[in-house]
């Protein structure tokens, strides 16, 4: 099993800037990748970035490509989400999520494996 945790998550104005972690534990060694999602009210979970083993491939949402850039530490076992230039659009519940055994990218909902429980983030204009 693996566990999730994240944390950062806040109110910021427009423009501002947040980082956002997600903490892993259990059986740290069978995830290929880690992910990003966010749900916004009354719409689906959707991608946002996510990112190999070794931090060398890292892929982004349109929507977010520019602004937002994902990291890891795997000596901590944590992935970040730095978020600069953020919109009230980029409101939203943020999640980490590794894929499900047998994927090695999660790139919807239906490929995730394990989820956080998610971290509010609230971008005011």
């Known amino acids: 099993q693996v566990q999730l945790v994240e944390s950062g998550g806040g109110l910021v104005q427009a423009g501002g800037s947040l980082r956002l972690s997600c903490a892993a534990s259990g059986r740290t060694f069978s995830i290929p990748t880690m992910t990003w999602f966010r749900q916004a009210p009354g719409k689906e979970r959707e991608f946002v970035a996510a990112?190999?083993?070794?931090?060398?491939?890292?892929y982004y949402a349109d929507s977010v490509k520019g602004r937002f850039t994902i990291s890891r530490d795997n000596a901590k076992n944590t992935i970040f989400l730095q978020m600069n230039s953020l919109k009230p659009e980029d409101t939203a519940v943020y999640y980490c999520?590794?894929?499900?055994?047998?994927?090695?990218?999660?790139?919807?909902?239906?490929?995730?494996?394990?989820w956080g429980q998610g971290t509010q983030v609230t971008v005011s204009s």
């Open positions: 999520a590794a894929p499900r055994i047998g994927r090695t990218y999660a790139w919807r909902e239906s490929e995730v494996g394990y």
């Open positions: 990112i190999s083993w070794s931090g060398d491939s890292t």
